[in-house]
């Protein structure tokens, strides 16, 4: 099974960017779709964005439509989640998952397994 490990989450201010990256090892990375999902304090767990095994497909969620990217490097084992024109609602913990053998999903019941997440905070 693919081991998830998110970095590049931080603090910035309204209007920037950041850049989230996944770096996945073991299991069969490139046949995984993956997904960035988020959770805000108080708040369930939500989709940001998925892309599938090849990259070729993207899905995005509509409140990130625009300003944010996903993209995957397969000979890196990781992916990606451009981010940019932060706002103060896109403040939460934001997580990388895997779905063997998907296509992409929108549900995060897809996906069998999950980083540990890394904060964004957005200040206004």
């Known amino acids: 099974q693919v081991q998830l490990v998110e970095s590049g989450g931080g603090l910035v201010q309204a209007g920037g960017s950041l850049r989230l990256s996944c770096a996945a090892s073991g299991g069969t990375f490139s046949y995984s779709a993956m997904g960035w999902f988020r959770q805000a304090p108080g708040k369930e767990r939500e989709f940001v964005a998925a892309i599938s095994w090849h990259g070729g497909s993207t899905y995005y969620a509509d409140s990130v439509k625009g300003r944010c990217t996903i993209a995957r490097d397969n000979a890196k084992n990781t992916v990606y989640l451009q981010m940019n024109s932060l706002k103060p609602e896109d403040t939460a913990v934001y997580y990388c998952?895997?779905?063997?053998w998907g296509s992409g999903s929108t549900s995060y019941t897809r996906y069998e397994t999950w980083g540990q997440g890394t904060q964004v905070t957005v200040s206004s």
């Open positions: 998952a895997a779905d063997q």
